[in-house]
């Protein structure tokens, strides 16, 4: 006796990807992109304006992407639990 897949299951629709999900993907490639930047910057040497935008930009971009995928979520589940803890005043 072979076993059916039920039609709903065979055409469930996929989720989109959470956001905690693109956050880390955008953080690790553009991480990458710096990692290779410097790798190439001293044989290649590009202009001022092209080392300012890599060396501060992407910099920032990349922690701050790692602030808001790792430590946001942490420091938001901190406050819950302060909350939740402590007496209400209403």
Request: hydrophobic share 45%; glycine share 6%; net charge positive.
């Amino acid at each position: 006796m072979s076993e059916t897949i039920p039609a709903s299951a065979a055409t469930s629709k996929r989720r989109p990807p959470r956001t905690a999900t693109v956050l880390r993907w955008v953080h690790l490639l553009s991480g990458m992109l710096i990692s290779v930047y410097f790798l190439f910057m001293p044989e290649d040497g590009w202009s001022d304006t092209v080392n300012t935008v890599m060396g501060q930009g992407v910099v920032a971009f990349v922690a701050w992407t790692g602030i808001i995928r790792w430590q946001l979520p942490r420091y938001r589940r901190w406050r819950a639990r302060r909350r939740a803890s402590s007496p209400s005043a209403v």
